[in-house]
């Protein structure tokens, strides 16, 4: 500890100590599928983060391998929503990461979600096509719907999903959700 009027001299270090309560996830176990040399597939369960965000920096996917199974470097190659469960795919190396970042960007890889919704889900494949505008200050995104050529000022990111249903009880279905693009929570705005 030192006064405010302390004149800090060359070579000397300054240290802030921070102590952080993360926020509680419900899954504590991230099962792994297939582990090679170069690649891990695991199961994310919903409520943990991939990699360390906001207020999450332990309580994560990456977090939880390299502390229970010493698996580290890691680079996801894809990311889920946070309360989003599913396969993840994560590089063991800066190298397989850049390889799966190109096979995605030239669109070899493809993702898929179903989905559990109230209702008798269409039978047809539903393509919604929105734009789907994401707030990161107030951490949440909307999805509007419009027309360019009629003048009206759509905000966001043009975002295209295919749905499918894949069965219905009549009071719940059972739906396939492909998105065409990538945008953050794009398949949850439009539910």
């Not at 302390?6 to 926020?23: A, D, M, N, T």
């Not at 509007?144 to 069965?167: H, L, M, P, Q, Y």
Request: glycine share 6%.
């Amino acid at each position: 500890m030192v006064p405010v009027s302390y004149i800090v001299k060359s070579s000397q270090k300054i240290s802030h100590f921070l102590h952080r309560h993360e926020p509680p996830v419900m899954a504590w176990d991230v099962p792994i599928l297939d582990k090679e040399d170069d690649v891990v597939t695991v199961w994310k369960p919903a409520t943990v983060p991939v990699h360390p965000c906001g207020q999450y920096r332990k309580n994560t996917v990456v977090g939880v391998l390299q502390a229970e199974y010493g698996l580290a470097p890691l680079f996801p190659v894809h990311r889920l929503d946070r309360l989003v469960s599913g396969l993840l795919i994560l590089a063991r190396n800066a190298t397989k990461a850049d390889l799966f970042r190109q096979e995605i960007e030239a669109g070899k890889v493809q993702k898929q979600y179903v989905a559990k919704v109230v209702g008798e889900f269409p039978e047809d494949e539903q393509i919604v096509d929105v734009n789907v505008n994401y707030n990161a200050r107030e951490g949440r995104s909307t999805a509007e719907v419009g027309n360019s050529c009629d003048g009206s000022s759509i905000k966001g990111k043009t975002a295209c999903t295919k749905f499918t249903r894949i069965s219905t009880d009549g009071i719940h279905s059972i739906v396939s959700c492909k998105p065409i693009t990538g945008r953050t929570h794009q398949v949850r705005n439009l539910f």
